[in-house]
Every structure is written in structure tokens, then in C-alpha cells.
């Protein structure tokens, strides 16, 4: 793929969404003070993101190039769980349409196209905690291709009671790690259009792959060959050799960190420093968590060296995305 | 975008992926449908212009106003996990009608994408119906969130290319198909198992009701239409890569010339009046298909048969294509609205009717509503149509609006 660059970026955490509600413009606050927390998560980072790259708007009719992709493992799960138990309690008859209306996992993107005046593409993937890197290059693809001139793309997981409930029955391994929701939004252009006035560009996406390895398998019993196939892929599409690889960020539940490892190992040798996991290494993310290291790498790397960021989630689903800082103006 | 970067910096050459144009074509059709499993019960179903719905008898409905759906027998229905059980069969039938053998093929370059709005909702109820009262979970709690089924179909087919679950609500099946043309394309797939599935149980049902968008009978684009009825089910397409089809000899049923998708950016469950995104929507993917509107000679519309939501997409398509009269259907009517499987249901239909030249009728249409009377609407009896380019649109909650156009191989 041809680079893209990243012009914005933006990451809220569940424990500072009361303070960044507060700072968000008047028309997007009274819309997302009503909205579920997936979607305020949403409407703060992108917000940020925006803003940042100087192309924030709250009024007029919808901007057609501009567009959204976000990426969730989890998507409305709190809001079923909410609008389900009082089903379930006081009947059908009393279904609450505000809260079913919020049981889709677009929701989230869907406001925050409302509210930030997006009229292009507005996508939403899942593909387990690996749809953040995804919906970055998903949104990548889309930059290249023209679908779009900007496009807000990132990771959003909000967590709650009900999400820690079904972890705990067994609906996904992530161990003792605890888990906390986050958004992690970057607003990516064309590089030829981030080269003009006002134009910031903190860095850049060089490719992506998302592939797919042995979903819910045993400890022990995943080969690694999802990350495997992902990584040696990735590498050839942003046309990176290993040895050109500053850095590995490895992100993803410590279940699946060992095979990834052994992956790793298989298609880079000892071309590149170990895999590192991410400074918020004690803390599961979900679909913000690659996104979150990514823009935390690009915060620490150095400039115009490219790097890998890998989620290997234990759904099977792996993503590997090659980034690097661009050099200060 | 191709070609040298020109970017500041140290040169790093990035040409793309893939030198070659690559065309997805559509090689296999599998379906899990109300009006029978398996491709040709479904076709023979539409074209005699029947429907499925019916007064649903799987659940506990007494409770539930309206209390009619189109249901599925058979297709993995026993399953807990019915959207998964249904995208596995569809998956199955669309393989075999294609020839395919994944085993045979390199699995990082099979690839599966599909829409759901439900996933395991079923397993989801029975477990919240357990957790309330402390009693032990139910199985398979992993097949509850949205990317299960996709995972489900993925492991049977050993894919490890991607694998992803698109959310656009009712739109989710288009853009499915949509990703695994643009994986096509973009050299990141071969061959992909593309489409949507979701189920029918009490919290969707309550849910719709309790926002008053259903009726007893769907009656798209009529008159007297007073809202959706839902259904469920799964379509699944095999998109390939055309040379990688024609080196193994398979037979080309129709090609996806072109994809789009918009946000309305106006309400989060009422669509645009103006037909705003669906404007934008099918304009994108028929401007990503080089065909003028006057190219496409059908359209499988997203006709719910509520009333907000035909009067919208007959303004939209009037803006689109003007005076010029296309033949146009809804087929929720005859399965019901499949949510997530919607439009992948409709991308087979379109594919079909390339394929045989005929139009089913748009089941439960009898007297045209006078907001939508310029539309060239396809009722009562199928009609014999020569149609090269094919155009299916679909809209959901949070303004998601998609679009495929799919033309003869």
C-alpha cells in the first residue's frame, strides 16, 4: 500500500471520561450525555483526534469525504445486557426503545458521524480485540483507494458488570488481567494532503494484515501460524524488511503472548530487539488496546523507522500493522 | 495512490500490494432461508412471489405485539447457536456450488467476512436468564459476541487469511460483500465466504415492537404499509479472484463491479428524509463500478415496508436514476427483514437474476403507495428482464446505508 498519514490522534480512558465529556463542544456533549459509554468513549477520542488535526466541525450539512472506521471486540454488549435484564424483569411490553435503539455495535460510529458531520463511509468491524489495529488499516485501504479524503479510525471496548460477568463463565480467556474500557481514535488522510497548510503529521501507516490463527484453542495448542502468516504479510505489504524493524509492540491477552513470541521468532529471527509488550501491559483494552500502543509507539519512536504493533486476540484473530513516526517539520 | 512514495523522509520504496488488476467475481451462492433452505427453494420461493411469514411458533410469543415472523426450519435451526449453525450451512452450499475445496488452497488466502446484528443472542439470553438467577452458565458462551459466527465459519474452512465481522446493522450483509470485493481486489484474499446470518428471538422482537416500526404483514412500498416483520437466515457468496477462478475452471455467476457505503449523519434510527446517504452510498459504488446510473437495469431495494423508510429510498432512487425507469423489487416481503443477512440475501438475489433474466415480484406489494409511484416497482408475477448490471442497497440503525453493484461475468 502507498502511506497514509496519520494527522490526529486521540485515546480516552474509561477512568477520565467524566472530565473529557466536559470539554467536548456543546451540540456533541448534550448528544453524548445521553448516549452509551462505548459511545461517549467514541465521541471524546474522535473529538480529540480531530481537533488535533485542525478539521474539527460540529455544524453544517455532513461532510461526504469524510469518514469513519471504527473497530470493537464488544461493541453494545453493555447495553444488551441492560436492555435484556429489564426484558427479562418487566416484561416485553415495557421493551425500552432508547436502549434497543442503542443495541448495535455502529451505534458509536453512527453519533459520532452525527455529531462531528461525517457523510462518508461509516463502517464498524469486529474481529475480537483485534479490530482496532484492523479498522485502522482497513481505513488505510480506503484512504488509498479514494473512498474517502479523512477518516476517523481507532478501537473502542467499554466495560462494565455485565462484560466482567460473562469473562469470568468463560466467554473469553483473558486470565487474572484486569480490564478497562478505552477509545484510541486517529484521523488518517493521504499523505499528499497532509503535505499542506496545517497539515500535521505525527506519522504514518506503512501496511497492515489482518489475519485469522486457531480461535479459543487450549494453552498450549495454538501453533502460532495466524501470526505468523499476518506478520510475514504485513512485512511485504508495507515492503519492510525484518532487519529495517526498529521495534516490536506486542499487545493482546498474555494467553496468546507465547505463541506469538514463537511466531515472531519464526519470521523475524534475530533481525529486531525481543517483542516488547506495551507500557499498559497489565491492563486489557480490547479493541482500544492495539490502537493504544500504536499511538503510544509512535509517541517514543524514532522518527522514520518503521515498527510492527501486533494483537493477537484469543478469539483467533491476529493484526499486524507496520507504522512509523514522521520526522519533526 | 500507487507508485513511489513522494513523502518526506528516507526513501522507502511502497508499491503496491498487488501489480496486476484483480476482479472479484462471484463463483457460489449458499442460503438458509423462511422460504426453504438451500439456493434453488429460495429462488423458486421468491419468483412464485411467496412469503414465509407466519405467526412464530420456535419461542415463547404470547407477549409479543405483533407476533409474526419468517422463520427457518432445518439450516442448523436445533442449534444454540443459530446464526453461527446458519452461516456454516449457507457456507457450505456456497462452497459446494462453487466447486471449492478449501482444503486444497492456501489458508492464508481464504478469507471469511460477515454481517450480524444478533451473533449468539439466543446463548446471550439463556445466560442472562442464568446469571440472574445464580445458576450455572450455559455452554458455548464463546459463540456470543458478533464475530462468532464468522470465527465459526473460519475454523470449519481452516481461513487464516482475515476474518471479520462487519456492524453496520441492516446494512451489515452489504458491506460484507463489499470487503471481500475490496480483499479481492487488493490482493489481501483469493477466495472469500462473504455474506450475513442472524436469528429471530425474543430480544430482537421486543425490541422492534417496542419501537412500533413492525406490522403483522410487510407490505413494501405499498399504501397500506405499516412496518417491517422480521425474519432470519443466512446468505453466503464466495468471492474469488477471477484468474484464480478461471485457472481452476469455475463458473462465473456475475461480478462485483462496484461498492459503496455512507453515513446519513442525521438520526440514529429514523433514515434521512432526503435519501441523503443512500445518494451517497450508491453513488460511491457506482462511481467505484465506472457504470452510469442508466447502466443499472434492476435494483434490489432495501424496502422494509415501514413507512419512513420506502418513502426515503423511493426519493433517493428517484433522485439517482430520474425519469429513467429500473425495475425494482423488495424480497422482505416474501423472508422478512434478516437484519445483518439482509443484504447478503439481496446480493445472491441480484446474482440470480443476472444469471436467469427474471425479476421476482415484490411479495405483499398490492396497491403502489403514491410516494413511491415512480418507481418502476416489480409486483404481483416475476418479470422476464434482461439485466448486465444489477444494484442492491441497504440502510440501518445509526444512519448505515451500503451499497453493491454486481454485473453479468
Known amino acids: 500500500m502507498s502511506e497514509v498519514a496519520i494527522t490526529g490522534t486521540a485515546a480516552v480512558l474509561e477512568e477520565a471520561l467524566e472530565e473529557r465529556l466536559d470539554a467536548l463542544p456543546d451540540a456533541v456533549r448534550s448528544r453524548a450525555l445521553r448516549a452509551e459509554r462505548v459511545t461517549q468513549l467514541a465521541l471524546t477520542a474522535s473529538g480529540g483526534a480531530l481537533a488535533e488535526a485542525g478539521l474539527l466541525a460540529v455544524e453544517g450539512e455532513p461532510r461526504p469525504d469524510f469518514g469513519i472506521t471504527l473497530g470493537t471486540a464488544f461493541g453494545c454488549f453493555l447495553t444488551n445486557a441492560a436492555y435484556q435484564r429489564r426484558?427479562?424483569?418487566?416484561?416485553?411490553?415495557?421493551?425500552?426503545?432508547?436502549?434497543?435503539?442503542?443495541?448495535?455495535?455502529?451505534?458509536?460510529?453512527?453519533?459520532?458521524?452525527?455529531?462531528?458531520?461525517?457523510?462518508?463511509?461509516?463502517?464498524?468491524?469486529?474481529?475480537?480485540?483485534?479490530?482496532?489495529?484492523?479498522?485502522?488499516?482497513?481505513?488505510?485501504?480506503?484512504?488509498?483507494?479514494?473512498?474517502?479524503?479523512?477518516?476517523?479510525?481507532?478501537?473502542?471496548?467499554?466495560?462494565?458488570?455485565?462484560?466482567?460477568?460473562?469473562?469470568?463463565?468463560?466467554?473469553?480467556?483473558?486470565?487474572?488481567?484486569?480490564?478497562?474500557?478505552?477509545?484510541?481514535?486517529?484521523?488518517?488522510?493521504?499523505?499528499?494532503?497532509?503535505?499542506?497548510?496545517?497539515?500535521?503529521?505525527?506519522?504514518?501507516?506503512?501496511?497492515?494484515?489482518?489475519?485469522?490463527?486457531?480461535?479459543?484453542?487450549?494453552?498450549?495448542?495454538?501453533?502460532?501460524?495466524?501470526?505468523?502468516a499476518a506478520v510475514s504479510q504485513a512485512l511485504d505489504h508495507a515492503r519492510v524488511r525484518p532487519v529495517q524493524l526498529a521495534r516490536v509492540?506486542?499487545?493482546?491477552?498474555?494467553?496468546?503472548?507465547?505463541?506469538?513470541?514463537?511466531?515472531?521468532?519464526?519470521?523475524?529471527?534475530?533481525?529486531?530487539?525481543?517483542?516488547?509488550?506495551?507500557?499498559?501491559?497489565?491492563?486489557?483494552?480490547?479493541?482500544?488496546?492495539?490502537?493504544?500502543?500504536?499511538?503510544?509507539?509512535?509517541?517514543?519512536?524514532?522518527?522514520?523507522?518503521?515498527?510492527?504493533?501486533?494483537?493477537?486476540?484469543?478469539?483467533?484473530?491476529?493484526?499486524?500493522?507496520?507504522?512509523?513516526?514522521?520526522?519533526?517539520? | 495512490m500507487a507508485g513511489p512514495c513522494t513523502d518526506r523522509g528516507p526513501a522507502l520504496v511502497c508499491p503496491p500490494l498487488v501489480t496486476a488488476a484483480r476482479s472479484p467475481v462471484i463463483t457460489g451462492s449458499g442460503v438458509v432461508s423462511p422460504l426453504g433452505n438451500g439456493l434453488p427453494a429460495f429462488w423458486e420461493g421468491l419468483a412464485a412471489g411467496r412469503s414465509a411469514i407466519a405467526p412464530i411458533r420456535r419461542f415463547q410469543a404470547d407477549d409479543l405485539d405483533p407476533a409474526t415472523a419468517a422463520e427457518v426450519a432445518g439450516g442448523g435451526a436445533g442449534d444454540p447457536d443459530r446464526a453461527g449453525a446458519f452461516a456454516l450451512t449457507a457456507a457450505m452450499e456456497a462452497l459446494a456450488s462453487a466447486h471449492l475445496r478449501t482444503a486444497e488452497l492456501d489458508p492464508a488466502r481464504v478469507a471469511?467476512?460477515?454481517?450480524?446484528?444478533?451473533?449468539?443472542?439466543?446463548?446471550?439470553?439463556?445466560?442472562?436468564?442464568?446469571?440472574?438467577?445464580?445458576?450455572?452458565?450455559?455452554?458455548?458462551?464463546?459463540?456470543?459476541?458478533?464475530?462468532?459466527?464468522?470465527?465459526?465459519?473460519?475454523?470449519?474452512?481452516r481461513a487464516r487469511g482475515p476474518v471479520v465481522t462487519t456492524q453496520l446493522a441492516c446494512a451489515s450483509g452489504t458491506q460484507a460483500v463489499a470487503l471481500a470485493a475490496e480483499w479481492v481486489r487488493s490482493g489481501r484474499a483469493d477466495v472469500v465466504l462473504a455474506g450475513g446470518s442472524d436469528l429471530l428471538c425474543r430480544f430482537v422482537v421486543a425490541g422492534f415492537n417496542s419501537l412500533r416500526a413492525t406490522a403483522d404483514v410487510a407490505r413494501p412500498f405499498d399504501r397500506d404499509r405499516r412496518g417491517l416483520v422480521l425474519g432470519e437466515g443466512a446468505a453466503v457468496l464466495v468471492v474469488e479472484e477471477e484468474a484464480h477462478a478461471a485457472r481452476r475452471g469455475a463458473r462465473v455467476a456475475a461480478r462485483v463491479l462496484g461498492t459503496g457505503a455512507a453515513g446519513d449523519a442525521v438520526h440514529m434510527t429514523a433514515p434521512d428524509r432526503e435519501g441523503?446517504?443512500?445518494?451517497?452510498?450508491?453513488?460511491?459504488?457506482?462511481?467505484?463500478?465506472?457504470?452510469?446510473?442508466?447502466?443499472?437495469?434492476?435494483?434490489?431495494?432495501?424496502?422494509?415496508?415501514t413507512p419512513f423508510n420506502d418513502a426515503m429510498e423511493a426519493r433517493a432512487l428517484l433522485r439517482l436514476f430520474g425519469a429513467y425507469a429500473v425495475p425494482v423489487n423488495s424480497i422482505k416481503g416474501a423472508i422478512g427483514h434478516t437484519l445483518g443477512a439482509a443484504g447478503a440475501f439481496e446480493a445472491v438475489l441480484c446474482a440470480e437474476v443476472i444469471a436467469r433474466g427474471l425479476v421476482p415480484p415484490t411479495a405483499g406489494l398490492r396497491q403502489i403507495d403514491p410516494e413511491c409511484a415512480g418507481l418502476d416497482l416489480v409486483h404481483g408475477e416475476a418479470r422476464r428482464c434482461d439485466v448486465r448490471v444489477a444494484l442492491s442497497t441497504s440502510s440501518g440503525f445509526a444512519g448505515a446505508n451500503a451499497a453493491v453493484v454486481l454485473g453479468r461475468a
Open chain 1, 87 to 228: 426484558v427479562a424483569t418487566d416484561g416485553t411490553r415495557v421493551a425500552s426503545p432508547r436502549l434497543f435503539a442503542a443495541t448495535v455495535s455502529n451505534a458509536a460510529a453512527g453519533e459520532v458521524g452525527i455529531g462531528y458531520r461525517l457523510g462518508g463511509p461509516a463502517v464498524t468491524l469486529t474481529a475480537g480485540a483485534a479490530a482496532g489495529l484492523l479498522a485502522i488499516g482497513h481505513a488505510a485501504d480506503a484512504i488509498t483507494s479514494a473512498r474517502a479524503r479523512v477518516i476517523l479510525a481507532g478501537g473502542v471496548d467499554a466495560t462494565g458488570p455485565a462484560l466482567a460477568r460473562w469473562l469470568a463463565d468463560g466467554g473469553l480467556a483473558v486470565g487474572e488481567t484486569p480490564v478497562c474500557g478505552a477509545a484510541a481514535i486517529a484521523v488518517l488522510q493521504s499523505t499528499r494532503a497532509a503535505d499542506g497548510p496545517g497539515g500535521g503529521t505525527p506519522g504514518k501507516v506503512r501496511g497492515y494484515v489482518l489475519g485469522y490463527g486457531a480461535g479459543f484453542t487450549p494453552p498450549g495448542e495454538d501453533d502460532g501460524g495466524g501470526v505468523l
Open chain 1, 249 to 329: 509492540v506486542l499487545e493482546g491477552a498474555p494467553s496468546a503472548a507465547d505463541p506469538s513470541q514463537r511466531a515472531l521468532r519464526a519470521v523475524l529471527g534475530g533481525a529486531v530487539p525481543a517483542a516488547a509488550r506495551p507500557s499498559h501491559d497489565h491492563v486489557e483494552r480490547f479493541a482500544a488496546g492495539g490502537p493504544i500502543a500504536l499511538l503510544a509507539a509512535l509517541r517514543d519512536a524514532t522518527p522514520e523507522a518503521p515498527f510492527l504493533v501486533l494483537h493477537a486476540c484469543p478469539s483467533g484473530h491476529v493484526a499486524a500493522l507496520i507504522a512509523m513516526r514522521t520526522r519533526p517539520a
Open chain 2, 112 to 157: 471469511v467476512a460477515l454481517g450480524t446484528t444478533l451473533g449468539g443472542m439466543e446463548i446471550f439470553e439463556t445466560w442472562d436468564r442464568a446469571a440472574a438467577a445464580e445458576c450455572a452458565p450455559p455452554a458455548h458462551l464463546e459463540r456470543v459476541p458478533y464475530f462468532a459466527p464468522a470465527a465459526r465459519v473460519a475454523a470449519a474452512v
Open chain 2, 276 to 305: 441523503g446517504g443512500v445518494v451517497r452510498a450508491v453513488g460511491a459504488a457506482l462511481a467505484d463500478a465506472a457504470v452510469p446510473p442508466s447502466a443499472v437495469e434492476f435494483v434490489s431495494a432495501h424496502g422494509t415496508g
